[in-house]
């Protein structure tokens, strides 16, 4: 186990990130706001759900979550139909149009990500791929008993998506 002081200045860094998620935020194109993007790599990661679901992911209020689908409904990037098992409810499935604009924040956030981090070995990014999965799955990602950890507004490019295992961004 570490020392207690490793884990205040770990602390300290943690809280520092947002200097980082500030960054992919303002990548962002007008039309696609974080929550907009979240809800998109949401829907790309999972698949359909119900907005119950998303909100859960998420880790807002429905109400919230409600706006955000709205805005991503009203842009074509998804699509609500009726929930075959119950159809009070709604399923909610990102669209071809919603998968592209998915791509282009993937590919503008991998550009972000080499331009600020182009002096790294690529053994450093590795390490802190691997790292911050782990700080994820210490906190509880997959698992029911935690709230989960707000996903990042951008998801990796299409060709380097790696599915973690069990369910599992972020708004600055």
């Known amino acids: ?12 860094q943690i809280s520092a990130v947002g200097v980082v998620k500030r960054g992919i935020a303002r990548l962002l194109p007008a039309e696609c706001p974080s929550g907009a993007a979240a809800v998109l790599a949401l829907l790309d990661r999972y698949g359909d759900m119900r907005l119950s679901r998303l909100a859960e992911h998420l880790a807002v209020d429905m109400s919230v979550t409600s706006r955000h689908v709205a805005h991503v409904v009203e842009h074509g990037w998804v699509e609500r139909s009726p929930d075959p098992g119950d159809r009070r409810s709604r399923i909610l499935r990102l669209t071809p149009s919603g998968r592209e604009v998915l791509d282009d924040l993937g590919q503008r956030a991998t550009d972000l990500f080499a331009d600020r981090l182009r002096e790294w070995s690529d053994d450093e990014v590795g390490q802190l791929v691997t790292l911050l999965a782990r700080l994820r799955t210490s906190f509880g990602e997959g698992r029911t008993h935690h709230q989960p950890p707000a996903p990042l507004p951008v998801p990796a490019p299409a060709q380097a998506r790696v599915q973690a295992p069990g369910p599992g961004p972020t708004s600055p």
């Not at 186990?1 to 884990?7: D, F, P, S, T």
């Open 1 to 12: 186990m570490a020392a207690r002081g490793q884990y205040e200045e770990l602390a300290r």
